[in-house]
């Protein structure tokens, strides 16, 4: 069978392809050379159970100080907010946050930041990234999880480096 191609058509057939090759071959190198990976790494977890026991529970949940100086953040998405509702984090320092979601899928998004991740559940989404300017951010749901969807936020403000050192200080003299 012979199907008929317009020269001009069969030219910008090439010109798509080339196009999708370009787009297809930018995520495979910036994914090979800019260590983008898919957040966590298949950590699972019972979505149903995480308030009764380990890292999830409230008691648990915030933001820690690790010896090495870094900072760790534990998250528990679910209807409707990030828990706990308010962090405070240093700028210009590798936070990892640990989020976990309670119930359905969420998405955890700090605009501004490159700050993203998608919260299924049954599933611990590991991100780490360090913020360069102090402010106050909103981490938003980007995924549609119900009715309160456009009401799920929590509010994330980013200190100085000098700030943040200057209350571990007093914390620790105290
Ligand atoms: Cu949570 Cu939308």
């Not at 798509?16 to 910036?30: E, H």
């Not at 998250?75 to 700028?91: D, N, Q, S, T």
Request: hydrophobic residues 40%; glycine residues 8%; contains cysteine.
């Amino acid at each position: 069978m012979h199907i008929h191609i317009d020269p001009l058509e069969k030219k910008w057939i090439y010109v798509a392809s080339a196009a999708i090759g370009i787009f297809v071959a930018s995520i495979f190198l910036t994914a090979l050379f800019g260590g983008i990976h898919p957040p966590g790494h298949m950590e699972v977890i019972d979505s149903a159970s995480l308030h009764l026991d380990g890292e999830f529970t409230e008691d648990k949940l915030g933001v820690k100080t690790t010896p090495d100086g870094s900072v760790k953040v534990t998250l528990v998405a679910a209807r409707y907010g990030f828990f706990p509702r308010e962090i405070k984090v240093p700028a210009g320092t590798p936070i990892t946050f640990r989020i976990a979601s309670a119930d359905v899928m969420h998405g955890m998004h700090a605009p501004m930041t490159n700050l993203s991740t998608m919260v299924v559940p049954g599933y611990v989404s590991t991100v780490t990234t360090t913020f360069p300017k102090p402010g106050e951010y909103p981490m938003l749901c980007n995924e549609f999880c119900g009715m309160g969807h456009d009401h799920m936020w929590s509010k994330m403000t980013v200190v100085s480096k000098e700030s943040w050192n200057a209350a571990n200080a007093q914390q620790a003299g105290r």
